[in-house]
């Protein structure tokens, strides 16, 4: 199905649609939906990310001499890198444990809405199943409902004979 018809029509669905697709067997799982990531910055197989690096100091491709200057400004720059790589590390380690506990509960949500699937499953059989009973029922209901007919009938027949028997005797 096009975008523009599914634009079109997705106001005009109902549950009876919903219900005959399910009855006939279809679905309505666009894989799509199902294996879109959860954000469009997201790592994954068709969006790696960038390759960008991090570096402090150019590349020394060729030897040379540096001053005192530039040797002690190159040991404190050194230290504090030193000391913002640690708070990198600690961040990133952060980040992990954030992304972590985000997967067990998308994953913890996603068991709910598995078991929710099944149970409605499970809910449907019984439904038909019942209504499978209640439909080998009404045969039988037919058969009551020609006798309560046939009854009903005898009846009226036994007054009529009988108010014909009143007048005779009049």
Known sequence: MGILARITSAGKSSSNNNESSLSTGGHGIDKNRVLAPTDPTVINPVNAGNWETVRTAV???TPRYYTKIE???????????????????RAYKSLKSLEE???????AHRGYIK????????????????????HTLRPEYARL??????A???AQ??????????????
């Open 71 to 89: 040797a002690d400004a190159l040991k404190q720059l050194s230290k504090q890198k030193r000391e913002e790589a640690r708070q990198a590390k």
């Open 115 to 134: 078991g929710v699937a099944s149970q409605e499953l499970t809910k449907k059989r019984a439904d038909a199943s019942t209504a499978r009973h209640l």
């Open 59 to 61: 590349i020394n491709d």
């Open 152 to 154: 009903e009938n005898k």
């Open 145 to 150: 409902g020609f006798g309560l007919d046939r």
């Open 101 to 107: 506990a985000d997967a067990q509960v998308h994953t």
């Open 157 to 170: 027949q036994r007054i009529e004979e009988l108010k014909a028997k009143i007048k005779e005797s009049r």
